[in-house]
């Protein structure tokens, strides 16, 4: 199984960046999908969620500016980051995880860097 992500870059405070992350190898139709974020020196967090049902949960963070989102014919999952803020810097992962099993990937992360 392989997570490949895409879409990070530098962008200026206010901005927006629109994360891809096409995943092969898995039977993407029944995985949950997230974003998390890791900050330097800092534990992994939890950005948004998505399950195999549409069902979608964000961190407090990032409600109301960020949209997690996945389209299962492409087997891909995206999250638009809109209003972004210089404390949104970090390396972006995204995650896959069957509920009930062992089966849980990641991919390599993605960086995203918003100036002030």
């Known amino acids: 199984a392989q997570l490949v992500e895409s879409g990070g870059g530098l962008v200026q405070a206010g901005g927006s960046l629109r994360l891809s992350c096409a995943a092969s190898?898995?039977?993407?139709?029944?995985?949950?999908m997230g974003w998390y974020r890791q900050f330097p020196r800092k534990e992994r967090e939890l950005v948004a969620t998505?399950?195999?049902?549409?069902?979608?949960n964000y961190a407090d963070s990032v409600k109301g500016r960020f949209t997690i989102s996945r389209d299962n014919a492409k087997n891909t999952v995206f999250l638009q980051t809109n209003s972004l803020r210089p404390e949104d810097t970090a390396v972006y992962y995204c995650?896959?995880?069957?509920?009930?099993?062992?089966?849980?990937?990641w991919g390599q992360g993605t960086q995203v860097t918003v100036s002030s």
């Open positions: 995650n896959a995880e069957a509920t009930g099993t062992f089966y849980e990937y």
């Open positions: 190898g898995i039977t993407f139709s029944v995985y949950n």
């Open positions: 998505i399950t195999s049902g549409g069902t979608t």
